[in-house]
């Protein structure tokens, strides 16, 4: 790796001094746009550390860059659609602009048929590598800029990049990503082909990062990985260490695999003051048949069985949750299972999704007799009695005072501020923008289904 990098730094000197020879005038702006998850969104800011080592500057409008990253998620194939939509466009822009230098990345760009498809189909893109050489961004980019076309999906890299000064996209929250890669194998992921074997960061590596980040005023780290309580040097013990830097902060992280989260994970969020009380716990299914098809490795029983303990500790314990409805070969009443289990968790939100089709996975073999459009009913149907489950919910705080990290103004309305609550409810009450990036203290008076409403005490 120490050789990748000095190799690397060579071509970083050669693009700053081809800029200051094409760019005379001012810095050439890079526009790098995540599609994906918060590991995709961690990924960007590190190739943009390594973009502004170069003497990029940054814009957020696409039609005034010289250099154009897609960094692509693959996990479901609406998301592919929509980055091939998106890339389709960009041929205007190249063929008015011939010097834009077009990249694609991350998830998708790391299956081979769809660089093949980008080789053959999508002239305008230049350079297209996968996830596990953004390291090696200034020797493609390098070869790019000199009329190269590149496609670099190798697997080679056995270590996570470190060192680069990330250009974050948040001041207030930060992302720290703990691990990369998973071993887990659901059967309808394509995660696994797309990120490779989990592989963790130094302990030290981390808790050095997470103090920079809270000397530097960031109020909240989310810890971030595929399956974060299999770090292999002891997720409990790296939870508590960070919880013991000094500092005015909170510590959130995903996802953790149920197969994985134990009594022990359950005593170490009670007993570390700056842990968030929540957890994401994505059960996917109810049935235990689906969980068996779909390579989960627990049952609803295990399950509950970690939910009814945190709740035994502690009774408001917060759970959220990842559903997939329509696994090939569910039945509706084995949906109506995945309902009951909602009922009974009492989450305070979900992420749902309707299964997608991902070839190279094994889900991908099995018959599917179901329609999307019954799918999506079954996910309607579902989410309706999710939202009346969180607005019963969010009730319980009604009357209360509980404290919020501000993290910007409302959409439409600037006098309007938004936060989280510990237990990553949002909250909107009126308040002024020098509160963004604090923590305040709020009386929720409102319970809706997507949010709580309070004031300022
Ligand atoms: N590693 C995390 C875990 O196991 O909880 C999740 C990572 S995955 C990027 C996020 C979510 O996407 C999954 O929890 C699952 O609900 C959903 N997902 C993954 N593959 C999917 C597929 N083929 N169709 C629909 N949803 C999918
Ligand atoms: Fe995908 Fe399962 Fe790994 Fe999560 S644990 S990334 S769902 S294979």
Redesign the pocket.
């Known amino acids: 790796m120490i050789d990748i990098y000095k190799e690397q730094n060579g071509y970083k000197n050669k693009i700053k001094e081809l800029i200051s020879q094409r760019f005379a005038e001012s810095p050439p702006l890079a526009h790098v746009h995540s599609f994906g ?1 918060q590991q995709n969104v961690s990924d960007s800011e590190k190739l943009k550390g390594l973009l502004a080592e170069m003497g990029y500057g940054f814009t957020d409008d696409q039609n005034e860059a010289d250099l154009i990253i897609y960094n692509t998620c693959a ?2 194939e609406n998301a592919e659609t929509k980055v091939f939509g998106n890339i389709g466009e960009l041929k205007h822009l190249k063929d008015k602009k011939p010097e834009l230098i077009i990249g694609i990345c991350g998830c998708m760009a790391q299956q081979e048929h769809i660089a093949e498809k980008i080789k053959k189909t999508y002239r305008q893109v230049d350079l297209v590598f996968g996830t596990f050489v953004l390291h090696s961004l200034p020797g493609m980019l390098y070869n790019a800029l000199n009329n190269q076309r590149v496609f670099n999906l190798s697997q080679s890299s056995t270590e996570i990049l470190e060192g680069v000064e990330k250009i974050r996209d948040s001041k207030i929250k930060a992302y720290v990503p703990i691990m990369n890669g ?1 071993n ?1 194998f ?1 059967t ?4 696994p082909y797309v990120r490779g074997r989990e592989i963790s960061r130094k302990p030290e590596e981390i808790i050095s990062e997470v103090k920079k980040l809270v000397s530097q005023g960031y109020k909240e780290i989310m810890l971030l990985g ?2 974060v309580n299999s770090y292999s040097y002891g997720f409990s013990e790296l939870l508590r260490e960070i919880n013991s830097i000094d500092g005015d902060f909170i510590i959130r992280f995903m ?1 953790s ?1 149920p197969k994985d989260a134990t009594p022990q994970l359950i005593d170490t969020i009670l007993e570390c003051n700056k842990v968030c009380k929540h957890l994401h716990l ?1 059960i ?1 299914a109810g049935s235990n048949r689906i969980l068996k098809e779909m390579n989960r490795r627990y049952t609803v029983e295990d399950y509950l069985n970690i939910v009814n303990y945190a709740r035994s500790k502690k009774p408001g314990f917060s759970f959220s949750s ?3 409805v329509g696994f090939p070969g569910e039945s509706y009443d084995e949906f109506l299972n995945t309902v009951d289990l909602i009922k009974k968790v009492r989450y305070d939100s979900l ?1 749902t ?6 070839s190279g ?1 094994k ?1 991908a073999e099995l018959p599917d007799n179901i329609s999307d459009v019954q799918k999506g009913k079954w996910l309607r149907e579902l989410l309706l009695i999710q939202r009346e489950i969180s607005v019963e919910n969010f009730s319980r705080f009604i009357g209360k005072t509980i404290t919020v990290l501000v993290d910007g103004e409302g959409k439409d309305d600037s006098s309007i501020l938004t936060g989280r609550s510990n237990e990553n409810i949002i909250v909107e009450f009126v308040g002024t923008p020098d509160l963004i990036g604090r923590f305040v203290k709020v009386r929720i008076i409102k319970a809706m289904n997507w949010a709580m409403l309070g004031e300022i005490v």
Not at 188 to 191: A, F, H, N, Q, R
Not at 353 to 358: A, E, M, Q, T
Request: with cysteine; hydrophobic share 25%.
């Open positions: 998850c996990v479901r998973c887990n659901c309808y992921c394509i995660v595929q399956n996802s695999h994505p996917q990842d559903i997939i992420y999704y309707v299964y997608s089709k991902r996975t889900a």
